[in-house]
């Protein structure tokens, strides 16, 4: 008996690259040195790199993979539509956190960087379980109503509505959550 014939996965990559991006960015504010103000203005540049790339990737997602999804699945689309808008009011209250933290004095810190945490993990968690669903439910869907051909020429529009610099940050995002097998079949040019 012959393994399953791989599909097109059009979550699989960007998700595990925004998953990588949370966990640092999670992490870096759980341990950030408060009392330098270098390092403060450091993380609150990562944690706005890393809401941006969430921002472009739904952005993505809304205008190009959702009516895709919603040309066979209406529900399902709308509940992944209503989803983004959810996580971009926890985007918004990250951006939030972090921004108080970025101009809090130095004896007000400690309790803003705690608050960005707690932010910041409600974002982490919303993601997760929302890119589960997508990876679970939605990609059945495309797969059943959509050939590989039609899932790359997808995908291929996403990218080109990206501005080439950023195609090249997500491709180095990409790139360093990549998998072994994933390197080994793209390596690096450069």
Do not use: K, Y
Not at 50 to 55: G, V
Request: hydrophobic share 50%.
């Amino acid at each position: 008996m012959s393994a399953p014939r791989s599909r097109v996965d059009l979550f699989a990559a960007p998700h595990r690259a925004l998953r990588v991006r949370l966990f640092e960015v999670t992490t870096r504010v759980a341990v950030v040195e408060i009392a330098s103000t270098a390092a403060v203005d450091a993380m609150v540049a990562q944690v706005e790199e890393a809401l941006a790339f969430l921002d472009e990737h739904a952005g993505i997602e809304d205008r190009l993979i959702l009516p895709a999804v919603r040309a066979i699945s209406p529900a399902l689309a709308r509940d992944l539509a209503s989803e983004h808008r959810g996580l971009d009011r926890l985007q918004l209250d990250v951006e939030g956190g972090a921004d108080d933290l970025a101009a809090a004095p130095i004896g007000a810190r400690c309790a803003a960087a705690t608050e960005l945490a707690r932010r910041l993990d409600r974002l982490t968690r919303a993601h997760l379980a929302h890119m589960g669903r997508e990876e679970t439910e939605a990609n059945p869907v495309l797969w059943g109503a959509l050939a590989d051909a039609e899932l790359v020429a997808l995908r291929e529009r996403a990218h080109a509505t990206l501005a080439p610099a950023r195609q090249v940050a997500w491709a180095a995002l990409l790139a360093a959550a990549a998998t072994p097998a994933e390197r080994v079949a793209s390596p690096d040019p450069g």
